[in-house]
């Protein structure tokens, strides 16, 4: 077991994908949790000594990204600035057999120096 911090979670009715580990090494995947626990798993990588963090979303999930990055910019880490947003559509294929397009984000944030 890694004793990496990592976020995870999925929204409903669909199907995990594998990404490459060297990829989620500094991504915290958003879905069911509660923002504050995105949020802790965001400092946690900061306060490890990571410069870069990768929040990422797809579905109903992307409003609790962006708040969990706002919350993050606003009350933490004032330090935190967003370096690129990307947005994206992905074809999943549900349990049932059936093809849904669902949206994705991924917000960098970068810690400025001081």
Do not use: H, W
């Not at 900061?46 to 993050?72: H, M, P, Q, Y």
């Amino acid at each position: 077991m890694s004793t990496e911090p990592k976020a995870e979670g999925e929204a409903e009715g669909e199907v995990s994908q594998t990404q490459p580990k060297e990829e989620l090494d500094n991504s915290v995947l958003v879905g069911k949790k509660p923002v504050m626990s995105y949020v802790v798993a965001c400092l946690t990588f900061f306060n490890a000594g990571k410069n870069e963090v990768v929040v990422k979303a797809r579905g109903r999930a992307i409003s609790k990204a962006v708040d969990t990055v706002e919350l993050l910019r606003r009350s933490f880490m004032k330090e935190i600035k967003i370096k690129d947003i990307k947005i994206g559509t992905v074809e999943l294929t549900r349990a049932e057999g059936t093809k849904a397009n669902v949206s994705t984000i991924e917000i960098s944030l970068v810690k400025e120096k001081e």
